[in-house]
């Protein structure tokens, strides 16, 4: 059994949730992708689709841009 939710918790998750897909968030919060998910869904949260071109700075690849300079 993992972590219990705290508020502080659950107040991290629904800021996250604006923001990030639930594998980013696992990531930051150092929970399972599962266990976002099913908390999000307790919650009613939305949250984001985990494709890339969603997550801040994606498509910014340095090693394409640093090619692209070249």
Known sequence: MGRRWTEQDIDEL???????????IAELTDRTVGGVVFKAYQLKLPLRPSRHENEPGAGTDPEAAGAAAE
Request: glycine share 0%.
């Open 14 to 24: 629904r800021r996250l949730a604006q923001r990030y897909s639930a594998p980013r």
